[in-house]
């Protein structure tokens, strides 16, 4: 990994948890504030494509040939909502494939993370969106990684499910020997809706959760209908309804990275 910049795997051990719709709009957020993203997309099912209104990526300017064994090509990444300070790397369900090929392959764990020191990019900070399955795949990500993000539903599959991710993560850097290992940044709260009283009991919960397992707890992501309306038009909330209040769900978040960043490039 890049000693420069920020590298933020989004790992949850669950589908449908939000780690899509928080890549996208921590993206943008951040790009709000003069810093520059580049978005990969690990999953092979590349919903960022949807959230960024793109195209499928062909094969050859996907991440899954990026980590082909012996690939020396730069990542290839384009311009996404006419900014040019978001970019992505896009998918491709080849990396299902990719995936077991790693398992066999010599330091197949650190395939993303030798590429990215290999071919540095230009980005500020790297945003990965993982599958959510706990496998190769997320096993390079956390190796590539200076941080991790694991956003969290408020329900009580979620809720106790995240001490086991992080079981899991602690298992992954020591197996890995990653000195140091990537820290978890915090969990982040999505799709709370404050009409559900489950929602408002396991949000006042949380903390006592997060402070077992010593990782801090951000402001929740409110459930709002306009985070589909916008991802339908391939756009962030901030782009589709910037007076919105869900659009500013994810500033104490960014400003915690572009201050993280900044201590980066200073140190």
């Known amino acids: 990994m890049s000693e420069l910049k920020i590298v933020l795997a989004i790992l ?3 589908g449908g948890v939000g780690k899509t719709t928080l890549t996208v709009h921590l993206a943008q957020a951040l790009s709000e504030m003069g810093l520059s993203v580049g978005l990969i997309d690990l999953d ?8 960024c209104g793109l195209p499928p990526a062909d094969y050859d300017r996907s991440i899954a040939k990026a980590l082909v064994k012996g690939q020396r090509e730069p990542l290839s990444f384009i311009p996404v909502w006419g900014s040019d300070r978001i970019e992505i790397c896009q998918g491709h369900p080849a990396m299902s494939q990719m995936a077991d090929e790693l398992v066999v392959r010599r330091r197949g764990e650190y395939a993303l993370a030798d590429r990215l020191k290999s071919s540095p990019t230009k980005h500020d900070i790297l945003i990965l969106d993982c599958p959510a399955t706990l496998g190769k795949i997320c096993e390079n990500a956390v190796a590539a990684s200076t941080h991790v993000l694991v956003p969290i539903q408020l329900e009580m599959k979620s809720i106790s499910g995240v001490a086991d991710l992080v079981q899991w993560l602690i298992g992954i850097t020591e197996e890995l020997q990653l000195d140091p290992p990537p820290p ?3 969990l982040v709260p999505s799709l709370y809706d ?7 009991q396991y949000l006042q919960q949380l903390p006592e959760v997060a402070q077992q397992l010593r990782i801090k707890v951000y402001p929740e992501v409110r459930d709002s209908a306009e985070f589909k309306n916008s ?3 391939g756009l962030p909330i ?4 910037p007076k919105h209040k869900a659009s500013q769900d994810f500033q104490v978040l960014a400003r ?3 201050m993280l960043s ?3 490039l200073n140190a």
């Open 184 to 186: 978890v940044l915090g």
């Open 12 to 14: 949850a051990n669950a």
């Open 256 to 258: 915690d990275i572009a």
């Open 194 to 200: 404050k009409t559900k009283s489950i929602h408002r």
């Open 238 to 241: 901030q782009k589709h309804r």
């Open 44 to 51: 092979p099912q590349r919903a960022l494509d949807v959230f």
């Open 262 to 264: 900044k201590e980066k």
């Open 231 to 233: 991802s339908a038009l």
